[in-house]
């Protein structure tokens, strides 16, 4: 007769299939993390597993389902923003999911701490964030619980969207109607009322952060669920400009519209919500927001926390990565390409994104392989700019600009003008200025239209 589960996770695991168990790292409300070694590949490696108490429980069915359903939900979001999922196992009727292990922090951490971000980090948490949101929503994937706890900052300066764990595919039924799943604090309204969530709460749940970063406040504080629900139901949300007067009006307009009480008045979309912050922060200069609290004594950031993303690809080398990368995945790899470079760092880090959906390690080995030319072309043209002299920019029309001004105008309203004077510096042509305008417009449809103005336009500055 099998020993119980619930008595086997109350003594120290030694190892979970071909895992070596190396320590804790955290208990959560479905089980424990433990830090373990894969013994075939030689990485560490999180553990996931469930509790025993849930795993024999008359409601065991309903429990180990969602588990692996966050297995195949956050396997297919292979992303530089989000930790990755290895594998999916059973250890004498352990369930357990080996998750990619990240040598970070949590942002809870330095938020406990009182450690004050700069408008520049605060604003490289969220982008990076949306980002990987972004990606998981496209997969019809809603995180559900986006908080301090589950973002994770690496010394680089890179974010990772961790804990997919009561992830849920919009198609799938696996949560009753009426059940709320999420952290209070960072709760949609709609969560709160037990209505249909959709990825408009993960919206909601990452402003809810950025709120957080910008004042070292919560929008709707309390010491219970009950006071917090309270306060959510009679729309008592503090006044983020109060409580830090340095926040730009421009960036205060986006934040009170991704707090929105109703759904149809928050950002439809991670994309727009990014897109949104962007264009509020388009004519601001660097600043750094005050704190109503003192900086503590440690080590913050990281010297080396930048939270920058490498942009600007060279297209000839991701056409050659859509094209390595079609032999092993068919036409669906263009779409990864282009989502990978928005979110990869360095070159190496783009090539193990891309690897992450070939489904076959020894396919994925291989694909590295055939990427070696690839990768490194690529960090040749990340460099090429600091190796040559700047090259001298044209100089646009003044009805060069006032036309883009007036096309762009349509789809993001006033603060055209802002946008067109921040992007002519930096662009070649009118094709390459268009091109940049596009990126401040949140629905694909309109992106389009913009594009298609552009091309009717005589080409006389290339």
Not at 340 to 353: E, K, S, V
Not at 363 to 389: G, V
Request: with cysteine; proline share 6%.
């Amino acid at each position: 007769m099998n020993e119980p589960l619930s008595n086997r996770t109350k003594v120290t695991l030694q190892a979970l299939g071909k895992y070596r168990i190396e320590g804790v790292l955290g208990k959560g409300a479905m089980g424990v993390v433990y830090k373990g070694y894969d013994t075939v590949l030689e990485r560490f490696v999180a553990l996931k597993t469930v509790h025993g108490h849930l795993a024999e429980s008359d409601e065991a069915a309903d429990w180990l389902g969602r588990f692996k359903q966050e297995a195949r939900a956050a396997g297919r979001c292979m992303h530089p923003n989000i930790v990755a999922i290895f594998d999916y196992g059973e250890h004498e009727h352990m369930p357990y999911i080996a998750m990619e292990y990240v040598n970070g922090k949590e942002l809870s951490e330095y938020l406990r701490k009182k450690v004050q971000f700069n408008l520049k980090d605060a604003l490289s948490i969220i982008y990076q964030v949306l980002t990987a949101l972004d990606y998981a929503h496209e997969f019809g994937i809603v995180h559900r619980d986006i908080k301090p706890a589950n973002i994770m900052l690496l010394d680089n300066g890179h974010v990772k969207v961790a804990d997919f764990g009561i992830a849920r595919i919009e198609t799938a039924n696996f949560t009753q109607q009426g059940m709320m799943i999420g952290t209070p604090s960072y709760m949609s309204p709609e969560q709160f009322r037990g209505q249909t969530v959709d990825r408009r709460a993960d919206i909601y749940a990452t402003g809810v952060v950025l709120f957080e970063l910008l004042t070292g406040s919560i929008p709707y504080p309390g010491k219970s669920f009950t006071e917090i629900l309270y306060k959510v139901a009679s729309r008592q949300m503090q006044d983020a400009r109060e409580l830090n007067p340095a926040i730009p009006e421009t960036l205060n307009a986006v934040l009170l519209k991704a707090l929105a009480q109703d759904v149809e008045d928050r950002c439809q979309t991670a994309n727009e919500f990014l897109s949104a912050l962007k264009a509020a922060m388009a004519d601001m200069p660097d600043t750094t927001l005050e704190h109503p609290v003192p900086k503590p004594e440690f080590s913050d950031l990281p010297s080396s926390w930048k939270g920058s993303v490498v942009s600007g690809w060279d297209p000839d080398v991701l056409r050659q990565a859509v094209q390595t990368l079609s032999s092993y995945i068919g036409p669906i790899a263009k779409i990864i390409v282009k989502k990978a470079a928005q979110g990869a760092t360095d070159p190496g880090q783009f090539c193990q994104a891309l690897a992450s959906h070939i489904p076959e390690e020894a396919e994925q080995n291989r694909f590295l392989q055939d990427m070696r030319q690839t990768k490194t072309r690529m960090t040749q043209t990340m460099r090429e700019p600091a190796e040559r002299p700047t090259e001298q920019r044209p100089v646009f029309s003044a009805q060069d600009l006032e036309t883009a001004q007036r096309h762009l105008t349509t789809y993001v309203g006033p603060i055209a003008k802002v946008l067109v004077r921040k992007a002519a510096p930096k662009s070649g042509s009118l094709k390459e200025l268009y091109e940049s305008l596009a990126e401040h417009i949140a629905d694909p449809n309109e992106r389009s239209a913009l594009l298609g103005k552009a091309a009717k336009l005589p080409q006389t500055v290339r």
